[in-house]
């Protein structure tokens, strides 16, 4: 491999066709995408630097670098030569600081480079999978529910009402979280103006008596796809053990099955322990496990 080629964005064509085009043969061959929708929002930002990993002309990976994360994946056609090494290698060289990396899938050769360059597993996430179909472990998702009774109403967020108030409590309930605890409000805009945003999609749990936003669901359901994501669940602190996370969840999994989707699928740390739980109880099953390996400045 002779060198990386790095691009300010992802406007310049011939760059963009080349780079999409590897992410494309490794989703069809790997079954999930090497590039998450998080990391594509940093390159639109201009946060992180996508790049073109070379073998003198040829184009033999692609990646995603800067604000000390790294995603690199390997055309399917070129693997097994010793290009991810080589790439790697040619990206520590110039960024001898910390450093994260993703292996989506928990990819064998991910898990193997990690060892190689002396990366530490730090964090697991788990993609979980419902089928709709199939109900779940309570029967037909409830509905909101009497707000007398249960406390709180459910409804759609409203654009331009909710938004600080949602930035604030997603910081809150996310505080610790790397990248879902510091979404600002150009974030939310930014996510707003995307094809498949929905206020419909976005439940928001009120407190029935203060109106006060204490929880929320917001689903992802891109046009024409038969798969429903359950983007994000919080659940203020204060309303924790009340079963609004249940509630919110059953409501989701309800507004999934209006909108006509077979399957749902969610993200979750691994050590989440009480959400994982939840999901479980509800029907989630593993679908695929990403891992994010971590190497310390030297």
């Known amino acids: 491999m002779a060198f990386i080629r790095f691009a300010p964005d992802l406007t310049d064509a011939a760059f963009a066709a080349e780079f999409y085009r590897v992410s ?34 040829a184009v033999v990976g692609a990646g995603i670098l800067g604000a000390g994360e790294l995603d690199l994946v390997v055309d399917p056609s070129r693997r097994r030569h010793g290009h991810g090494a080589a790439a790697l290698a040619v990206i520590l060289a110039d960024a001898p600081g910390d450093l994260r990396m993703w292996s989506h899938g928990d990819h064998p050769a991910g898990r193997e480079l990690a060892g190689r360059f002396g990366f530490t597993a730090e964090r697991t996430l788990l993609q979980l999978r419902l089928d709709l179909s199939a109900g779940t472990a309570e029967g037909t998702p409830a509905e909101p ?21 949602w930035v604030a409590l997603n910081a809150l309930v996310f505080a610790a979280h790397p990248e879902q605890g510091a979404l600002t409000g150009s974030d939310l805009a930014a996510r707003q103006a995307e094809a498949w945003f929905s206020a419909g999609d976005f439940l928001v749990a009120r407190d029935a008596d203060t109106g006060r936003m204490i929880g929320y669901n917001w689903l992802k359901v891109e046009s024409g796809s ?37 399957t749902a699928d969610l993200y979750v740390e691994a050590d989440s322990a009480a959400a994982v739980a939840l999901y479980r109880s509800l029907g989630f099953t593993d679908r695929t496990v990403d891992v994010q390996y971590r190497r310390r400045a030297r």
């Open 24 to 57: 494309a043969a490794a989703t069809r061959l790997d079954g999930y995408a090497p590039f998450n929708e998080q990391s594509l929002f940093d390159v639109e930002a201009g946060h992180r630097t996508p790049f073109l990993a070379l073998d003198g002309d």
């Open 145 to 165: 529910g009497d707000p007398a009774q249960t406390g709180t109403r459910i409804g759609p967020f409203r654009p331009g009402q909710d938004d600080t108030e």
């Open 226 to 262: 038969p798969v429903g994501e359950i983007y994000v669940v919080g659940v203020h602190p204060d309303a924790a053990g009340r079963g609004v996370g249940r509630r919110l969840m059953l409501a989701g999994l309800g507004r999934l099955r209006e909108r006509g989707c077979r």
